[in-house]
């Protein structure tokens, strides 16, 4: 790819700065002094539904119930496993959840259904901030990740690599041959056909989280992908 | 404080000039940089002239031991620690009584920005490691434990930034260095947000009469406001600055 001038996709404001009529999200926006401000590093850009919205472009993840996220189980312990959602609050999945029915611990082995490095899909329960996020597996595609990749990317960039409509994601999956699933928590699976397609999958994701706040990056990303394939021929 | 300044050197020289050049209302030059550190959520590094301080910033996340954790917010936990070569003669790698002193000073600087009630039950850890001193330790680690929290994507309801007054022969200087902090009057380290027109922290060591202390003040804010601005160009450079494309 040739070294072209990159275009910012909007006004980049730092924390404190007013951010005047743009949409926003608390805490990411917030009131202080009277004025509504940005307290993130973000950019203000043109919304979809017209007018202006400031998009953060740091921030952790904070679970919310519904959302599905893919997790890494840590640690196993009595009746549950915790695990790890890229998010400052470790998640709990109790093992009746799991299995859908009661535990029975003289016939099941805890560590033999799930173990300390597996990756999970799982939906949110519950999350108040007063309790750790609890879990489920319940529920169509969620479980154990038995194949693919699983990658990370910053949470605040989840929205990017989805893209208007999901259209960035449309333009990765028809563009490599991968499925990509996104998880709200910022990791991403994905299952290619080859090694190669793979590789190029997510160094295009790598590009989308390092370049968020241009413009024109579809484009970039589509030629970025084409080439790349014809270098590699795959 | 206090004391003769060593033969040959003079802190404020006939024309007005301090011992390094600069005249009363300059700072030394300042360089900031974010994202220095691939391993930490969100690190700085900032040089007040010769006085270099390195900030990385983890967080928010769940602690090793619970006993931290507050109900409500987030626990801020600052450690300030100097390098071992960071001064002349080699300084012990424990916590000092200064270092443990400073640590609060800086913490309680950040906490009336730092918007903790998104976080309960977390902790934000910010170290503050000095690599080289010079004078203006704690002001400079202010400043790059803000830029650090700002890189670490940690809500903040502005910008903090940081600088020492001092009165050098009669005369208020801003920005002291070693030299005149320890041959100097007076010394008063200032932080604020500039954008809230809040003063986070407000030291002072030695006499300053009223009109001075006025006068100080006033000079520190207008300081802290050139800072806060630098801070502010240096966090947008980071993304109007991809150099992305050379694959």
């Keep these: 790819m040739e070294s072209e001038e990159r275009q910012l996709a909007g006004r980049i404001v730092v924390p404190g700065e007013p951010v005047d009529d743009a949409g926003g999200e608390e805490p990411y926006v917030a009131s202080v002094g009277g004025v509504r401000r940005a307290t993130v590093v973000g950019m203000i850009r043109e919304s979809e539904e017209g007018g202006r919205t400031f998009v953060k472009l740091k921030g952790v993840y904070i679970p919310e119930p519904g959302h599905v996220v893919i997790g890494l189980i840590t640690s196993v312990g009595i009746m549950n496993w915790f695990v790890d959602i890229n998010s400052p609050y470790t998640a709990v999945l109790s093992v009746q959840d799991f299995l859908g029915r009661p535990f029975n611990p003289a016939v099941d082995d805890m560590s033999a259904l799930l173990k300390v490095g597996d990756y999970i899909k799982a ?3 519950a999350f108040d901030k007063t309790r750790s996020p609890t879990l489920t597996v319940q ?17 605040a960039k989840v929205p990017r690599v989805l893209g208007r409509k999901r259209s960035m994601l449309q333009v990765l999956e028809e563009k490599t041959g991968c499925s990509i699933f996104v998880a709200r928590n910022g990791r991403i699976h994905l299952e290619c056909p080859n090694e190669d397609l793979e590789a190029i999958a997510v160094m295009a994701i790598k590009i989308i989280e390092e370049e968020a706040h241009t413009s024109g990056l579809t484009r970039r990303i589509i030629k970025f992908i084409e080439e790349e394939r014809k270098v590699r021929e795959v | 404080m206090g004391g003769k300044p060593p033969e040959g050197v003079r802190l404020i020289g006939e024309d007005g000039r301090r011992h390094d050049g600069r005249l009363p209302h300059e700072l030394r030059p300042i360089h900031m940089e974010v994202g220095v550190l691939n391993n930490a959520d969100g690190s700085a590094i900032v040089q007040y002239g010769r006085t270099r301080v390195l900030a990385a910033v983890y967080g928010p996340r769940e ?11 987030a626990a801020l936990r600052v450690r300030y620690h100097m390098a071992p070569f960071s001064t002349e003669d080699r300084k012990s790698p424990a916590p000092s009584r200064r270092e443990i002193e400073l640590s609060k000073v800086v913490r309680e600087s950040l906490e009336p920005i730092v918007i903790a009630e998104e976080f309960p039950r977390t902790v934000i850890d910010v170290f503050l490691e000095v690599l080289q001193a010079d004078g203006g330790t704690r002001t400079a680690s202010v400043t790059a434990a803000s830029l650090a929290l700002a890189d670490a994507g940690i809500p903040m309801k502005a910008l903090v930034g940081s600088v020492a007054i001092g009165k050098v022969e009669g005369v208020l200087v801003v920005d002291v260095d070693e030299l005149e902090d320890m041959y100097g009057e007076a010394d008063m380290p200032v932080a604020a947000a500039p954008d809230l027109g809040e003063i986070t922290l407000l030291q002072l060591n030695g006499v300053l009469s009223r009109e001075e202390f006025s006068t100080a003040l006033e000079m520190a804010l207008e300081s802290i406001k050139t800072i806060v601005d630098m801070e502010k160009d240096v966090l947008r450079k980071t993304y109007t600055s991809v150099e992305g494309g050379e694959q």
């Design chain 1, 123 to 125: 939906k949110v329960v």
């Design chain 1, 139 to 155: 529920g169509e595609g969620l479980g154990r990740i038995v194949r693919g990749k699983v990658i990370e990317i910053s949470p």
């Design chain 2, 63 to 73: 602690p090793h031991q619970k006993f931290p954790l507050l109900p409500d917010r």
